[in-house]
């Protein structure tokens, strides 16, 4: 569904030419996929050696799908370590990026394969309990039937649903909600690794990453690493939203040039004005952005980020619109729990306002900027930093832009101002 214009569209999957698809489906199907049809696809294979299959993860080069893109070696070792058989694994599919759909695919259209994942990751930290942490009905439904037929062993896996909200699939709030409190982060340390669900050593991992742990044990790391860069090896969901067209997931290899996802998804790159890159995380880009390709480093290069894959394209959307957009959201879903966040998203948000409408000047741009760098670090999550990331590529890549609205001269706002509670927000309508 746009956010937009409010029409429900059916979300559209497709495995990119020439790969063989490893999460996606070769075929799309609105049902969920069986535990036979899985089975048949080499699903559910025995974890003979625990150890072996945490080497071959550390040689794939496996990097965390929720956004840091931290080494999920490091994490499983580090929990298992701190553990000592009493660890906890925490599959996170609360997808608090609205201009994200993955893990919710991956939940509704894919159950096993997430369960499978849940599974393996825990017989590496040693753990007897797991938790799949959603807050869509559709996705727990789903995990539930997979549950009960579902050959997981010796692990219990249980489901915690809670609201959606930008701030619930913060680990720290991911690791509250389970404990049975508010699903808002907490200060950091301890951190999960450390104490977790019901004080123990957790592990804390995104669905789309553990879902990657079936295809390793199958195919080992160098297979795993066929696709993909030296730095980002493997494949990625990407959500493509944006330019007048139907939203979209794409499974392809990181290192794909921009120019190749925005052609297969029928965006024009003459109009292209930039992108929201990675969800809301990463801020936005200019036209620079053609010139990258869908990998860590490269986006790296550019002050951005691949965060969770998601690409909203802007080329009819003012920048400045686009922007005062986030920010508002921002401001509303903060947790109003620390003052620097709730009084800084608040801050940039009414500048970004005021700058849309015409009535800021360079004194607030001043402070704007100002803003974006002292306010980066502070508060329990980093919904501050993706805040001044925002409002700090804004004033990087669209000065013209900025310049026009301080001149009450956007041609684009006067016809039609961009305006969303969710930019770019997407669901998938089965």
Same mark, same amino acid.
């Given at each position: 569904?746009?956010?937009?214009?409010?029409?429900?569209?059916?979300?559209?999957?497709?495995?990119?030419?020439?790969?063989?698809? @490893?999460?996606? %489906? +070769?075929?799309?199907?609105?049902?969920?996929? &069986?535990? $036979?049809?899985? /089975?048949?696809?080499? !699903? =559910?294979?025995?974890?003979?050696?625990?150890?072996?299959?945490?080497?071959?993860?550390?040689?794939?080069?496996?990097?965390?799908?929720?956004?840091?893109?931290?080494?999920?070696?490091?994490?499983?070792?580090?929990?298992?370590?701190?553990?000592?058989?009493?660890?906890?694994?925490?599959?996170?599919?609360?997808?608090?990026?609205?201009?994200?759909?993955?893990?919710?695919?991956?939940?509704?259209?894919?159950?096993?394969?997430?369960?499978?994942?849940?599974?393996?990751?825990?017989?590496?930290?040693?753990?007897?309990?797991?938790?799949?942490?959603?807050?869509?009905?559709?996705?727990?439904?789903?995990? @539930?039937?997979? %549950? +009960?037929?579902?050959?997981?062993?010796?692990? &219990?896996? $249980?489901?915690? /649903?809670?609201?959606? !909200? =930008?701030?619930?699939?913060?680990?720290?709030?991911?690791?509250?909600?389970?404990?049975?409190?508010?699903?808002?982060?907490?200060?950091?340390?301890?951190?999960?690794?450390?104490?977790?669900?019901?004080?123990?050593?957790?592990?804390?991992?995104?669905?789309?990453?553990?879902?990657?742990?079936?295809?390793?044990?199958?195919?080992?790391?160098?297979?795993?690493?066929?696709?993909?860069?030296?730095?980002?090896?493997?494949?990625?969901?990407?959500?493509?939203?944006?330019?007048?067209?139907?939203?979209?997931?794409?499974?392809?290899?990181?290192?794909?040039?921009?120019?190749?996802?925005?052609?297969?998804?029928?965006?024009?790159? +003459?109009?292209?004005?930039?992108?929201?890159?990675?969800?809301?995380?990463?801020?936005?880009?200019?036209?620079?952005?053609?010139?990258?390709?869908?990998?860590?480093?490269?986006?790296?290069?550019?002050?951005?980020?691949?965060?969770?894959?998601?690409?909203?394209?802007?080329?009819?959307?003012?920048?400045?619109?686009?922007?005062?957009?986030?920010?508002?959201?921002?401001?509303?879903?903060?947790?109003?729990?620390?003052?620097?966040?709730?009084?800084?998203?608040?801050?940039?948000?009414?500048?970004?306002?005021?700058?849309?409408?015409?009535?800021?000047?360079?004194?607030?741009?001043?402070?704007?900027?100002?803003?974006?760098?002292?306010?980066?670090?502070?508060?329990?999550?980093?919904?501050?930093?993706?805040?001044?990331?925002?409002? +700090?590529?804004?004033?990087?890549?669209?000065?013209?832009?900025?310049?026009?609205?301080?001149?009450?001269?956007?041609?684009?706002?006067?016809?039609?101002?961009?305006?969303?509670?969710?930019?770019?927000?997407?669901?998938?309508?089965?």
């Amino acid at each position: 569904m746009s956010a937009e214009n409010g029409v429900a569209t059916r979300l559209a999957s497709s495995v990119w030419p020439g790969l063989t698809p @490893r999460l996606l %489906l +070769a075929a799309e199907t609105d049902s969920p996929e &069986t535990l $036979s049809a899985y /089975t048949t696809r080499g !699903g =559910y294979q025995e974890l003979a050696d625990p150890g072996a299959l945490l080497d071959s993860v550390d040689r794939s080069g496996l990097l965390g799908r929720g956004g840091a893109a931290f080494p999920l070696a490091v994490k499983l070792r580090t929990v298992r370590d701190a553990g000592q058989g009493r660890a906890v694994v925490l599959a996170n599919g609360e997808e608090g990026e609205p201009a994200s759909i993955k893990d919710r695919w991956l939940l509704r259209h894919r159950p096993h394969l997430v369960l499978d994942g849940v599974r393996l990751a825990a017989g590496l930290v040693e753990a007897s309990r797991a938790f799949v942490y959603v807050s869509d009905d559709e996705s727990a439904a789903a995990i @539930r039937t997979a %549950l +009960a037929e579902a050959p997981l062993g010796d692990v &219990t896996v $249980s489901v915690v /649903t809670v609201d959606p !909200g =930008y701030v619930a699939g913060e680990e720290t709030a991911a690791v509250r909600a389970v404990n049975g409190g508010p699903a808002k982060p907490t200060d950091k340390p301890p951190r999960p690794f450390e104490e977790g669900v019901g004080g123990q050593p957790t592990l804390v991992s995104n669905v789309e990453t553990l879902a990657n742990l079936p295809f390793i044990l199958r195919h080992g790391s160098d297979v795993y690493r066929g696709a993909g860069t030296s730095a980002s090896p493997g494949t990625f969901l990407a959500t493509v939203t944006g330019a007048g067209r139907p939203a979209a997931l794409y499974e392809l290899a990181h290192g794909v040039p921009m120019t190749e996802l925005l052609a297969a998804h029928g965006v024009d790159t +003459a109009e292209v004005r930039g992108v929201l890159m990675g969800g809301y995380f990463a801020g936005l880009l200019n036209r620079e952005v053609l010139d990258v390709t869908l990998d860590h480093e490269s986006l790296r290069r550019l002050g951005s980020g691949l965060g969770c894959g998601a690409v909203s394209v802007l080329t009819s959307e003012c920048p400045v619109a686009v922007a005062a957009s986030v920010l508002a959201y921002f401001d509303r879903e903060n947790a109003g729990q620390c003052g620097s966040c709730f009084n800084g998203t608040a801050a940039m948000s009414a500048v970004t306002e005021a700058l849309l409408r015409g009535t800021a000047t360079q004194d607030d741009l001043t402070r704007l900027e100002r803003w974006s760098v002292v306010l980066r670090g502070r508060g329990a999550c980093a919904t501050l930093d993706a805040a001044t990331n925002v409002a +700090a590529s804004l004033l990087r890549a669209f000065p013209a832009d900025i310049a026009r609205h301080l001149a009450g001269d956007c041609e684009t706002c006067r016809t039609e101002t961009y305006s969303a509670l969710r930019p770019y927000e997407v669901e998938a309508v089965s």
